[in-house]
T-cell receptor
């Protein structure tokens, strides 16, 4: 079935360093969403990317969607301790694919820890 | 305050017992979802419902059952047939599902431990 791979699984950074997590799909996606889950919490929606090559920014966070709509990345500039958590990408499979038609397919997430 | 509530936050059950997890939303969302999260894993879809009185199996539906008798409620039953039920269960909702894809709003989760 369709898979969404996310790397790295863990990332430890010093506060102030940059951080990037990458997401790759085995098939073309309709769109991709990113969620953040704080330790002990639940996932919270960050952003959705729809267009090929799309780039969106939220303060220190930059989200990209690949030209082929099979990969995406989240980059955090100058990490802060408030950035700690697990970041998930979730791809939306096109409606004409089998399996989870039109539903989110989550990557396993990248757990970010930030040392003050 | 609008949102999704799940109860209880922690749940302990003996092996072989069925258990029902509650999920209620007052966001007036049509679509609701149940996910399972294991340590180091992403979220895996158990069941979803796009409309009242209708629901579909997700990727890991075996050993689970759901009902959607009311728009705001989507309870999940973990049956004794589920071989490894200990996990963190997350309920979510969205305005709709499908082509015009909407963000999902998650509840706080229920951590189920089967002893």
């Amino acid at each position: 079935g369709q898979q969404v791979m996310q790397i790295p699984q863990y990332q430890h950074v010093q506060e102030g360093e940059d951080f990037t997590t990458y997401c790759n799909s085995s098939t073309t996606l309709s769109n991709i969403q990113w969620y953040k889950q704080r330790p002990g919490g639940h996932p919270v929606f960050l952003i959705q990317l729809v267009k090929s090559g799309e780039v969106k920014k939220q303060k220190r966070l930059t989200f990209q969607f690949g030209e082929a709509k099979k990969n995406s990345s989240l980059h955090i500039t100058a990490t802060q301790t408030t950035d700690v958590g697990t970041y998930f990408c979730a791809g939306v499979s096109p409606m004409n694919y089998g399996g989870s038609q039109g539903n989110l397919i989550f990557g396993k997430g990248t757990k970010l820890s930030v040392k003050p | 305050d609008g949102g999704i509530t799940q109860s209880p936050k922690y749940l302990f059950r003996k092996e072989g017992q069925n258990v029902t997890l509650s999920c209620e939303q007052n966001l007036n969302h049509d679509a609701m979802y149940w996910y399972r999260q294991d340590p180091g894993q992403g979220l895996r879809l158990i069941y979803y419902s796009q409309i009242v009185n209708d629901f579909q199996k997700g990727d890991i539906a075996e050993g689970y059952s759901v009902s959607r008798e009311k728009k705001e409620s989507f309870p999940l039953t973990v049956t004794s047939a589920q071989k490894n039920p200990t996990a963190f269960y997350l309920c979510a909702s969205s305005v709709t599902s499908g082509a015009s894809y909407n963000e999902q709003f998650f509840g706080p989760g229920t951590r189920l431990t089967v002893l």
